[in-house]
Structures are given as structure tokens and as C-alpha cells.
Antibody, heavy 119, light 107 residues
Framework: QVQVVESGGGVVQPGRSLRLSCAASGFTFNIYGMHWVRQAPGKGLEWVAVTSYDGSTAYYADSLKGRFTISRDNSRNTIYLQMNSLRAEDTAVYYC????????????WGQGTLVTVSS | DIQMTQFPSSLSASVGDRVTITCQASQDISNHLTWFQQRPGQAPTLLVYDASTLYKGDPSRFSASGSGTVFTLTISSLQPEDIATYYCQQFDDDHLTFGGGTKVQIK
């Protein structure tokens, strides 16, 4: 069955960097786009970024202002989210999500990893 | 970015009631809309894609419709397991955006 497992969350100071990972299994990883979506405590969902099936194309939420980078390693069935210059407002659960046959449609979500930005 | 507005932001209904949630897009998005269900403490799950197609395994009491800028999600007979927050999300362009969510509770 499809499984995506996020890791790398934790407490980080403002201005520092953090890299999240998402390990996928149960499907042919290298033919699907993959997304990151976040949810601040008690708030709604906010789409963060998407990477194409081969990593050649990526799109980001405008609000991130170039601080985040999504990437993937198809040899490891893993995607990453490099987060730089972290701010308190980046505190959230970060979900890894699988795109469907049409990459913009998310059809499966991981359980998320919590990132807390605090001094 | 395309803005998605959901209403109501929360509702309370009795078991067996018909419940309708509305989602409005700031521009024409054709049928490029999904609905997700997020039960308390859980990750979201896909409920509907292409505005009206129920995802595999989802109960038939859920239905959805709409095209262009106005979309609806209906639960024909509310059940206790439907307690959740429901989100619409557009995928008309590469910058996906979500509605603010509708929290459904049992009266």
C-alpha cells in the first residue's frame, strides 16, 4: 500500500535552517509528482511546493519568498524540503503528499512532521 | 494566486441531517477542484477530485458539484464519523490554494 513517511522535524531557532525528508513506498515513485503542504497549529492547510516526477520542475507558494527548496532523489524514493531563514510563522506540521496521475491532484498524504521555530 | 473562499467556516447539525458546504473561487477554475476531509488529529484524505468525482472507497452519502467559480460538497445524511474539517483546493494553476476549511460538528 502507498506509504509516505516524513522526518526531520523538531525545534529550531529563528533564522536557522532545517531539512525535511519524506520516504515513499508502495508505488512507482519516479512517475509521480510530490508535494509539501503545511498546517500551522489550529489553522488551515497551506500548500508549500511541488516537484515534478523527475525533479526537473518545481513550483512554490509565493509567500515563501524563495526561502524553501523542494528536491527529490528517485534512487532513494525520497523527497526533501530545505527550509532556510526560518521564522516563527513557519511553525507548522509539514505534510508530504503524493500527486496523482495528474500531478496537481494530491491523492495521498503522510502523517506529517512538526516543525517549531522558537528561540 | 487564485483565492478560495469556503462557507460556512463551521456548522453544527444533527445525525441524519443534510449538510452543504460551499467553496468559491476568485476566478474561473473549470472543474479543477478537490475536496479533502481532515478528521481531528489526522492527516487529510482525498474525498472528491475534478469537482464531482468521488474518490475510491468514499461513502456514497457524499456528493459534490460545481464548475467555474462555485462548488458544493453535500453530505446527504450526516454520520458521527463525518465529524471533520473539510477543505476545498483548486488545481487550476501550478500554485495550488486551499479554502479556509469548514468544521462540521454534531449538534
Amino acid at each position: 500500500q502507498v506509504q509516505v513517511v516524513e522526518s526531520g522535524g523538531g525545534v529550531v531557532q529563528p533564522g536557522r535552517s532545517l531539512r525535511l525528508s519524506c520516504a515513499a513506498s508502495g508505488f512507482t515513485f519516479n512517475i509521480y509528482g510530490m508535494h509539501w503542504v503545511r498546517q500551522a497549529p489550529g489553522k488551515g492547510l497551506e500548500w508549500v511546493a511541488v516537484t515534478s516526477y523527475d525533479g526537473s520542475t518545481a513550483y512554490y507558494a509565493d509567500s515563501l519568498k524563495g526561502r524553501f527548496t523542494i528536491s527529490r532523489d528517485n534512487s532513494r524514493n525520497t523527497i526533501y524540503l530545505q527550509m532556510n531563514s526560518l521564522r516563527a510563522e513557519d511553525t507548522a506540521v509539514y505534510y508530504c503528499a503524493k500527486g496523482s496521475a495528474y500531478y496537481r491532484v494530491i491523492d495521498y498524504w503522510g502523517q506529517g512532521t512538526l516543525v517549531t521555530v522558537s528561540s | 494566486d487564485i483565492q478560495m473562499t469556503q462557507f460556512p467556516s463551521s456548522l453544527s447539525a444533527s445525525v441524519g441531517d443534510r449538510v452543504t458546504i460551499t467553496c468559491q473561487a476568485s476566478q474561473d477554475i473549470s472543474n479543477h477542484l478537490t475536496w479533502f476531509q481532515q478528521r481531528p488529529g489526522q492527516a487529510p484524505t482525498l474525498l472528491v477530485y475534478d469537482a464531482s468525482t468521488l474518490y475510491k472507497g468514499d461513502p456514497s452519502r457524499f456528493s459534490a458539484s460545481g464548475s467555474g467559480t462555485v462548488f458544493t460538497l453535500t453530505i446527504s445524511s450526516l454520520q458521527p464519523e463525518d465529524i471533520a474539517t473539510y477543505y476545498c483546493q483548486q488545481f487550476d494553476d501550478d500554485h495550488l490554494t486551499f479554502g479556509g476549511g469548514t468544521k462540521v460538528q454534531i449538534k
